[in-house]
């Protein structure tokens, strides 16, 4: 098993660009969720998901979209980046619930000039 | 809302001293679950320990050991004749049932352990 794959690694962008940073899980998880994580904020939850077609808001998705059309993949969107989220980006996956040990992605760390 | 507060930004021990990180949190709820997540300057995130909220049974795995108190709201950590491998970002985080089917993830804002040899 891979566990939680991220890509890309390392990415850097333009005020404005799109892009979409990718999540996968081997283990057939069904809840996937997005964090943030800046110097002294810890890790904030953007968005996340029960379930193939499901997703919630978490406490920071704006300017973050999200979409769960397999139980394996959950993308997320930058739709306008801004340098506000420059940040780390993890991915997260359990078997059905935020009540349960989270297996984390290694991270995706983004520059938005 | 519910609400962890790791009060230690920074702590710096000698190897071999002990070291307690203080994790005090906040809930409306009567069932909920805590963790502590450790962060090692590789930077993954490598869980450590889940805890319901009926069980008040203090854990111990090793050097690691894990005072849960809710009369006070907190989920210590103790890592006893601490190793420059223990040198990491630790997280305490608190899921509740408040919203069942929805549950979210909170953490707080960490605490960075340095061990000097």
């Known amino acids: 098993n891979a566990g939680v794959t991220q890509t890309p690694k390392f990415q850097v962008l333009k005020t404005g660009q799109s892009m979409t940073l990718q999540c996968a899980q081997d283990?057939?998880?069904?809840?996937m969720s997005w964090y943030r994580q800046d110097p002294g904020m810890g890790l904030r939850l953007i968005h996340y998901?029960?379930?193939?077609?499901?997703?919630d808001q978490g406490e920071v998705p704006n300017g973050y979209n999200v979409s769960r059309s397999t139980t394996e993949d959950f993308p997320l969107r930058l739709l306008s980046a801004a340098p506000s989220q420059t940040s780390v980006y993890f991915c997260?996956?359990?078997?059905?619930?935020?009540?349960?040990?989270?297996?984390f992605g290694p991270g995706t760390r983004l520059t938005v000039t | 809302a519910q609400k962890v507060t790791q009060a230690q930004t920074e702590i710096s021990v000698v190897e071999k001293e002990d070291v307690t990180l203080d994790c005090v949190y906040e809930?409306?709820?009567?069932?909920?679950?805590l963790f502590w997540y450790k962060q090692p300057p590789s930077g993954e995130l490598v869980f450590l320990i889940r805890?319901?909220?009926?069980?008040?049974q203090n854990e111990i795995s090793g050097r690691y050991s894990w005072n849960f108190q809710k009369s006070t709201s907190s989920f210590n950590f103790t890592i006893t004749a601490s190793q420059v491998v223990d040198s990491a970002v630790y997280f305490c985080?608190?899921?509740?049932?408040?919203?069942?089917?929805?549950?979210?993830?909170?953490f707080g804002t960490g605490t960075r352990l340095t061990i000097i040899p």
């Open positions: 283990m057939n998880h069904e809840y």
């Open positions: 985080a608190l899921s509740d049932f408040f919203n069942f089917g929805n549950e979210k993830l909170t």
């Open positions: 998901s029960v379930g193939a077609g499901i997703t």
């Open positions: 997260a996956s359990s078997y059905s619930g935020a009540t349960e040990e989270q297996y």
């Open positions: 805890r319901n909220s009926f069980d008040e």
């Open positions: 809930t409306r709820d009567t069932t909920y679950y």
